[in-house]
Structures are given as structure tokens and as C-alpha cells.
């Protein structure tokens, strides 16, 4: 399974709680732990979009965003889900 060698916690910034063996049992769970954030980033202007020379193409086969923002950056709070 794909998050048998994930570490979740990281640096003790991303705590699943009681969630925690769902997400490394269910491919559908981790996806969405990984989709949430990318979202949010997406959302607030932090992340990937396509150029000029890019929109079209992205409208009919979609965008895969990327966050832009430093994901080793110290952090005040863990992410808790």
C-alpha cells in the first residue's frame, strides 16, 4: 500500500488522530488528506495555475495544481485533521 512508507507525522506537523488507520488503510482517505491542503493552497492564490498559453488545454484536460509555498517551513500549529 502507498502509505506503508509514509511518514504522516513528518515533523509532528500533520496529526491524524483516530483518523490515522483509516488514512493508511484507504487509498480514498489518503487522497483526501493530500487533496485538502493542495485546495486550500489553491484557493488562497498559493499554488500552480496555467499561463496564457496554457488555459485552453487546462479547460479540457484539467490542472493539476501544485502548492507554491514552502512546505518545510516552521510551523506554529500541526496541521490536525
Same mark, same amino acid.
Given at each position: 500500500?502507498?502509505?506503508?512508507?509514509?511518514? /504522516? +507525522?513528518?515533523?509532528?506537523?500533520?496529526? /491524524?488522530?483516530? =483518523?490515522?488507520?483509516? @488514512? *493508511?488503510?484507504?487509498?480514498? +482517505?489518503?487522497? %483526501?488528506?493530500? &487533496?485538502?491542503?493542495?485546495? =486550500?493552497?489553491? %484557493? /488562497?492564490? *498559493?499554488?500552480?495555475?496555467?499561463?496564457?498559453?496554457? @488555459?485552453?488545454? &487546462? *479547460?479540457?484536460?484539467?490542472?493539476? +495544481? @501544485?502548492?507554491? /509555498?514552502?512546505?518545510?517551513?516552521? +510551523?506554529?500549529?500541526?496541521? @490536525?485533521?
Amino acid at each position: 500500500m502507498l502509505t506503508a512508507g509514509v511518514d /504522516l +507525522a513528518g515533523r509532528g506537523r500533520l496529526d /491524524l488522530g483516530r =483518523r490515522e488507520p483509516l @488514512v *493508511r488503510a484507504s487509498h480514498d +482517505a489518503f487522497d %483526501a488528506v493530500i &487533496a485538502a491542503p493542495v485546495g =486550500r493552497a489553491s %484557493a /488562497l492564490g *498559493r499554488a500552480t495555475r496555467p499561463g496564457a498559453g496554457q @488555459v485552453g488545454l &487546462a *479547460r479540457i484536460e484539467g490542472w493539476i +495544481a @501544485v502548492p507554491t /509555498l514552502e512546505l518545510d517551513a516552521p +510551523a506554529d500549529q500541526p496541521i @490536525v485533521f
